[in-house]
T-cell receptor, first 111, second 114 residues
Framework: GQQVMQIPQYQHVQEGEDFTTYCNSS?????IQWYKQRPGGHPVFLIQ?????EVKKQKRLTFQFGEAKKNSSLHITATQTTDVGTYFC???????????FGPGTRLSVLP | GAGVSQTPSNKVTEKGKYVELRCDPI?????LYWYRQSLGQGPEFLIY????????DSGLPNDRFFAVRPEGSVSTLKIQRTERGDSAVYLC????????????FGPGTRLTVT
């Protein structure tokens, strides 16, 4: 079945360092979404990418959708302690109307 | 405005019992999803409603799990003969209309089967 993978599983950074998480799908995606889940919280939508090669920015966050629409990345510049949490990518399955979430990348930021 | 709400926030039940988990989506959202999340993992899709009908229930693990949304708003996830492996956080999300729209998640119900 369709799989969505993310690397790394964990990332520990010093505050001020950059962070990148990568998302890879076994099949082409029509779109991809990114969510953030704080410890003890629920996933919160960050952004959706639709077009091949698309790049979107939200302040210190930069999101990319690969040319083949099978991979995506989230880059955070100059991390802050408020960036702590788990970042998930999610894409619609090709045969249904549900979403497959990746396993997430857990980010820890040391002050 | 009000977000997605879920009740109860915590549920402890004995193995073999029946449980119902409730989700109140954002008013006007026609799409509703149920997910299950175990510790350290991403949300696992269970079922997707578009209006009153289950448009995709391919994620329900077995026939002990069932969900309804009779009036196109509130949804109930029902689990029969609970097993310890059912312990997880059950998340509900709603979105405006299309399957690919932004999903708004509720706080979840933490189910513990003893």
């Amino acid at each position: 079945g369709q799989q969505v993978m993310q690397i790394p599983q964990y990332q520990h950074v010093q505050e001020g360092e950059d962070f990148t998480t990568y998302c890879n799908s076994s099949t082409t995606l029509s779109n991809i979404q990114w969510y953030k889940q704080r410890p003890g919280g629920h996933p919160v939508f960050l952004i959706q990418l639709v077009k091949s090669g698309e790049v979107k920015k939200q302040k210190r966050l930069t999101f990319q959708f690969g040319e083949a629409k099978k991979n995506s990345s989230l880059h955070i510049t100059a991390t802050q302690t408020t960036d702590v949490g788990t970042y998930f990518c999610a894409g619609p399955v090709s045969w249904g109307q549900n979403f497959v979430f990746g396993p997430g990348t857990r980010l820890s930021v040391l002050p | 405005g009000a977000g997605v709400s879920q009740t109860p926030s915590n549920k402890v039940t004995e193995k073999g019992k029946y449980v119902e988990l409730r989700c109140d989506p954002i008013s006007g959202h026609t799409a509703l999803y149920w997910y299950r999340q175990s510790l350290g993992q991403g949300p696992e899709f269970l079922i997707y409603f578009q209006g009153t009908g289950a448009a995709d229930d391919s994620g329900l693990p077995n026939d002990r799990f069932f969900a309804v949304r009779p009036e196109g708003s509130v949804s109930t996830l029902k689990i029969q003969r609970t097993e310890r492996g059912d312990s997880a956080v059950y998340l509900c999300a709603s979105s405006l209309g299309q399957a690919g729209d932004e999903q708004y998640f509720g706080p979840g119900t933490r189910l513990t089967v003893t």
